[in-house]
């Protein structure tokens, strides 16, 4: 059983910058696909990025492309979503999530019911 925890969100002006991390409890995290997925007030959960078990290969959505970077440090057990220019419509809870198996465009386009572990959220709110 891994279990996530999301850190780094808070309140931020546009254009501003955070960095989440998600740190692992299992040192076998670093077998899985690791991704980071939003929901918005009155939105579904969506996909935001993504990453391979050895940090080869990541994929965006179109809406974080050029802004978000996506990483991971295995020593650590930690993913990070670093975030730059944002904007008040990425207000939302951000999740990271983690399936064995399976690259990063698979996180992407897979039903989320099919993400083995998820974390609890942390808040991120975009001031305009």
């Known amino acids: 059983q891994v279990q996530l925890a999301e850190s780094g969100g808070g309140l931020v002006q546009a254009g501003g910058s955070l960095r989440l991390s998600c740190a692992a409890s299992e040192r076998t995290f670093r077998n899985y696909a690791v991704g980071w997925f939003r929901q918005g007030p009155g939105k579904e959960r969506e996909f935001v990025a993504a990453?391979?078990?050895?940090?080869?290969?990541?994929y965006y959505a179109d809406s974080v492309k050029g802004r978000f970077t996506i990483s991971r440090d295995n020593v650590k057990n930690t993913i990070y979503l670093q975030m730059n220019s944002l904007k008040p419509e990425d207000t939302a809870v951000y999740y990271c999530?983690?399936?064995w198996g399976r690259g990063s465009s698979a996180v992407a386009t897979i039903p989320l019911s099919d993400l083995d572990y998820w974390g609890q959220g942390t808040q991120v709110t975009v001031s305009s």
């Open positions: 990453i391979d078990w050895n940090g080869v290969s990541t």
């Open positions: 999530a983690a399936k």
